[in-house]
């Protein structure tokens, strides 16, 4: 059922522009700082020397990593401020806090650091041969993950074709409207810290672990955010600490605000791939075995790539019913700007790899590619390729549509006849499928958990308690639709609270399609409490039983007895009455999946999502300019809350994508 809810909760704060975002704040006698970063993408800090940066004008102070009382970073970590030695070109090795952004920017050019080159290694495949620089102690590999199913030597044998492939993916950068930013407040408590992130409890903990606190004495504000799609999550940590750090030693409030070239310099960002596959097909189109190794660039430092590359071994052999899988993943340490979380997560370049792979293999065997992935797609209760039992699988209903909403076979044809007909500019179809597992899964290493709670006062009114963080994706507006349908209550009832470490629990990241389903789970589980101390008043005002009624509407009533009924109202007042509270407490944690992460086998997720899409593509043969010219999106997307939110969504992850390609 889709329904028609209404508008999303934030939306006139920002049209009409009283949103506030970072960088809109200021607070009395407040300082401003600024990074000096290294140059090398390789070297070891010998000497730092500040006093010219620190005569100028309006300087304040000029930091450096001795300066930080807690810890610069957990081992591999990217630090605040590089102590010793640093990784990538870019990273910080000072501060200068000054009174106003243009001093602190003139200053920091002042600060002369003397650096030892050492050797770099930026391609990952080097990275992890024998003799290369070493970027750690231990050596250069990140991680590394095997998984699938079954023999693929006995599949290669029952082929009567192997075909092998080799395909890249390369970085990219998220590049919100608001870059990273931060105000760091000292308090008589200790530090508050407004900035724009996805997890602001993770903010906070890289924050006390930077001063040497405890977590509760900083205090992590989320005021209006511009745009994520998986970045400011450590980066945010890293700039709040920076700015913490300064407010701390200079007693005043500091902001830092990354320029467009500082977060691309410095700023994580997609993991690039290098893809090999090996593939064994029958002469009517079966996929018998599929080999794959993959090699990962994380760049300097660890961030979230192990469940990155969970993901990636996961989802490598695509939504297809193949016998026989091997897959091996591994992330290699470089000189490059560390690699973390980015929309998908792990998962388009896989998904770009095995969808090529694919057209490549009909295309010689003379099969059209929308007959051959139908022939392969996994259907219900078959084994995915790490040999997970899949249910709800609604790939040939999206197959079909999308074969519909395009007219792929009367349009394939056309523009093969065009093609005949010569010409510089040449078009073709090009088709995809995808699934993709929802929330962390097995990737999870146990962060797959929410708190949600609800505050309920006297006049009935909500107010919904979560750290989950709306980085422009209608996150909060869903979860008073989740309350709403609930307990049904008006909209109107319900707020939803700021984001303040100082109040509300922990909900994890807005990350990895894990908001409606984990953390919305857990806003249905407040909800579901709240309901079920109204139902046991009402039932025993109405003399029926306390699973049978229904709330709907603002009214609560058993069906077929609807004579007989009380309003959500009366129960809120007859609960406070009795001398309860009608507040609510919900804690979802995904669980219950068997799964063998040594031999990446077993129940990878809990649900996953399904798709299908179809592109028209324009190539000039000329100049090489590809224009997409149309494309066909069909998801199954469950129940939508909100289906403006959800085209809105999938309208993002297109451009994304076509981006992304392009």
């Known amino acids: 059922m889709v329904q028609k809810i209404g508008r999303r909760v934030d939306v006139l704060a920002k049209i009409t522009g009283q949103a506030k975002y970072t960088n809109d704040l200021s607070f009395p006698h407040m300082l401003y700082a600024k990074t000096v970063r290294c140059p090398h993408p390789h070297a070891k800090v010998i000497s730092i020397e500040r006093e010219q940066a620190e005569q100028y004008p309006g300087v304040v102070r000029v930091i450096t990593a001795d300066h930080i009382p807690g810890i610069p970073s957990q081992y591999k970590q990217k630090p605040i401020l590089v102590p010793e030695v640093v990784r990538y070109a870019g990273e910080g090795v000072a501060l200068v806090v000054a009174e106003s952004r243009e001093i602190a920017e003139a200053a920091a050019r002042l600060v002369q650091v003397e650096y030892e080159v050492l050797p770099a290694v930026t391609d990952p495949q080097e990275a992890l041969a024998e003799g290369a620089p070493r970027i750690y102690e231990d050596g250069n590999l990140l991680c590394r993950y095997h998984g699938g199913k079954g023999d693929v030597e006995e599949g290669f044998r029952e082929a009567d074709q192997i075909f092998q492939r080799e395909y890249r993916t390369q970085r990219v950068d998220h590049t919100p409207l608001e870059t990273e930013a931060a105000i760091a407040v000292p308090t008589t408590e200790g530090i508050t ?32 955010i511009g745009g994520s799609f998986g970045a400011k999550n450590y980066d945010m940590g890293l700039i709040g600490s920076r700015a913490a750090l300064a407010a701390l030693l200079t007693g005043r409030p500091v902001k830092m605000v990354f320029s467009r070239e500082e977060s691309i310099l410095e700023g994580t960002k997609r993991h690039p791939y290098v893809l090999r596959y090996k593939v064994g097909v029958t002469r009517e189109g079966r996929i018998t075995a599929m080999e794959i190794d993959l090699v990962g660039d994380g760049g300097a430092y660890l961030s979230k790539s192990h469940p990155v590359a969970t993901r990636t071994m996961i989802e490598a052999p695509g939504p297809y019913r193949i016998g026989h899988v091997k897959t091996t993943v591994s992330l290699a340490f470089t000189n490059n700007t560390y690699s973390d979380a980015m ?17 490549e293999i009909a295309l010689e065997l003379g099969m059209d590619p929308l007959d051959f992935k139908r022939k392969n797609h996994l259907r219900e209760g078959e084994a995915s390729g790490v040999g997970q039992v899949m249910t709800d699988v609604s790939l040939d209903r999206c197959l079909e549509a999308a074969e519909k909403a395009s007219s792929w076979k009367a349009r394939r044809a056309e523009l093969a006849k065009e093609r005949e007909l010569g010409g510089r500019k040449v078009r073709g179809l090009g088709l995809a499928l995808l699934h993709r597992g929802e929330a962390f899964g097995a990737a999870g290493q146990g962060i797959d958990t929410a708190e949600v709670s609800l505050l309920v ?30 307990l049904g209550v008006d909209r109107e009832r319900i707020v939803m609270a700021p984001v303040d470490t100082q109040y509300v629990p922990n909900s994890g990241p ?96 809990l649900s996953y999502a399904y798709g299908a899409a179809v592109a028209e593509v324009e190539v000039d043969l000329d100049t090489g300019a590809v224009s997409v010219e149309r494309f066909v999106a069909v998801h199954d997307v469950g129940h939508a809350f909100d289906k403006e939110e959800v085209i809105g969504q999938i309208n993002g992850g297109v451009s994304m994508g076509v981006g992304y390609v392009l």
């Open 193 to 224: 810290v407004y900035g724009p992130t996805n997890d602001a409890y993770k903010a906070r903990l890289i924050i006390a672990e930077t001063l040497g606190w405890r977590e509760n004495q900083v205090r992590f504000i989320t005021p209006a």
């Open 343 to 359: 929309r998908g997560f792990g998962s388009p370049q896989v998904d770009f790899a095995s969808e090529v792979l694919l057209d």
């Open 510 to 605: 807005s990350s990895a399609t894990r908001g409606t389903m984990v953390i919305g789970n857990a806003a249905r589980l407040a909800a579901e409490e709240v309901k079920g101390k109204l139902a046991a008043i009402a039932g025993d005002v109405l003399g029926v039983l306390p699973e049978e009624l229904v709330f709907h509407r603002e009214r609560i009533y058993a069906p077929g007895k609807e004579d007989g009924q009380t309003s959500y109202m009366d129960m809120i007042t007859e609960l406070f009455a009795r001398g309860q509270t009608p507040s609510g407490r919900g804690w979802y944690a995904v669980s219950g999946l068997e799964w063998d992460r040594a031999a990446g086998h077993g129940e990878a997720y």
């Open 457 to 486: 006062n006297n006049d009935g009114g909500i107010t919904i308690l979560s750290s989950m963080a709306d980085v422009g994706m209608g996150g909060h507006t869903m979860m008073v639709n989740v309350i709403m349908e609930t």
